[in-house]
């Protein structure tokens, strides 16, 4: 019970949940057949190396001066492998660096040229919006001066309306002072028009 008690106490809590997880989940059946993986496939296909000339070519010999030349040659003869192979790891190198050079150059020039063409896509569209916005204007404009056009217009109209009516009024205001009546002659023409009515 104090064991158990201790495990909730300090047990780390994916312990615990493994616990109760593996308590309350059904249990899987397992699988015997073994799924195959990139690591299983290749050691299956792997290739070994041929077997290694130096590997359990040294033989003592009973001479020690003889074993001394002979491992002073095996020492050479190693040196000059090591040698040679460094030299092919140096060209690999270069050839590597050289490819690399070569590709991010390609890559550079396929930016660049990339990039021109995005920019004078750019600047075609640019060209034909503005192009579009002058159009607009000059419609606007056209637009504005038919309308400016037709106002002035309906205002020549108007105030040759006007003109006309106050030339009307003033023709029959000057129609009607033509049959108006002196002040002397006024008083006779009431008294006819009295008579005239009373009779």
Sequence with gaps: MASSRLLLRFAKPRILENIFTQQLLPQRYLSTTVSPSHHNDHQRNHQYHARNDYLNSWKPPKDPKEAQSKLSRLRRDYAMKVKAVRKEYIQEMELQR??????????????????????????????????????????????????????????????????????????????????????????????????????
């Design 98 to 199: 050289l490819d690399k050079q070569r590709k991010d150059e390609i890559k550079k020039e396929a930016l660049r040229v990339e990039g021109e063409e995005r920019k004078a896509a750019k600047a075609a569209a640019k060209k034909a919006k503005a192009a579009e916005r002058q159009l607009a204007q000059e419609e606007f404009r056209q637009t504005l001066l038919k309308e400016r056009a037709e106002k002035l217009e309906y205002h020549k109209m108007r105030e040759n309306k006007i003109m006309e009516k106050k030339k009307e009024k003033s023709q029959l205001l000057h129609r009607q002072s033509s049959m108006w009546i002196d002040e002397p002659e006024l008083e006779g023409k009431i008294l006819e028009a009295i008579v005239a009515g009373t009779i």
